[in-house]
């Protein structure tokens, strides 16, 4: 069975930082891009980085570029995201979601909420 | 910037057949997939590359697309599908979400 399971969110001050971390099973996570996509409370899906296999390439929404990097660990099956300089528009549910053909993320992991709040 | 644009809001009666459309430029040349998210869970995969169905998935869930616009159509609508749903594709090094549209089965 895949599985994908986050954790690290937490409530963190203004210009604070985290270490998201997301935990693959069931498949070859090399073999796949892996993704962080986050959802605001009662907002819509907001994709924020991908990684590529070997994570040679990532890719940031331009919101976050500069203050949030994503990384993996492939002999952990583990996914990351390193986040500085958080504002009060960075609070929402963090998802990591395994990609697939075409920019399908046809896995997702249960979420780890993340608030900034002073 | 990229846009994708969705309804914000369709209703269905239960047993009739609901459509969701996503409009953008986007999807003139890459394919579009569709997840449905129900209150406190994660987005599920329903239809990918326009018009694929995950294993799982009931039938009477399809999509098509035709030039700047994928259509997710749901027959025979049940309760269980009341949900958001959200269309997305991508471009240069970016995925790209609509803004989801919530289906009610009244």
């Known amino acids: 069975e895949i599985q994908l399971v986050e954790s690290g969110g937490d409530l963190v001050q203004p210009g604070g930082s985290l270490r998201l971390s997301c935990a693959a099973s069931g498949f070859t996570f090399s073999n796949y891009w892996v993704s962080w996509v986050r959802q605001a409370p009662g907002k819509g899906l907001e994709w924020v980085a991908n990684i590529e296999y070997d994570g040679s390439q990532k890719h940031y929404v331009d919101s976050v570029k500069g203050r949030f990097t994503i990384s993996r660990d492939n002999a952990k099956n583990s996914l990351f995201l390193q986040m500085n300089s958080l504002r009060a528009e960075d609070t929402a549910v963090y998802y990591c979601?395994?990609?697939?053909?075409?920019?399908?993320?046809?896995?997702w992991g249960q979420g780890t909420l993340v608030t900034v709040s002073s | 910037s990229y846009e994708l644009t969705q309804p914000p809001s369709v209703s269905v009666s239960p047993g009739q057949t609901a459509s969701i459309t996503c409009s953008g430029n986007e999807l003139e040349e890459n394919y579009a997939c569709w997840y449905q998210q129900k209150p406190g869970q994660s987005p599920v995969l329903v239809i990918y590359?326009?018009?694929k169905r995950p294993s799982g998935i009931p039938e009477r869930f399809s999509g098509s697309s035709s030039g700047n616009t994928a259509t997710l159509t749901i027959s025979g609508t049940q309760a269980m599908d009341e949900a958001d749903y959200y269309c997305?594709?991508?471009?240069?090094?970016?995925?790209?979400f609509g803004g989801g549209t919530k289906l009610t089965v009244l």
């Open positions: 979601a395994r990609v697939n053909d075409y920019e399908t993320r046809d896995y």
């Open positions: 997305q594709t991508w471009d240069t090094n970016a995925a790209i």
């Open positions: 590359q326009d018009d």
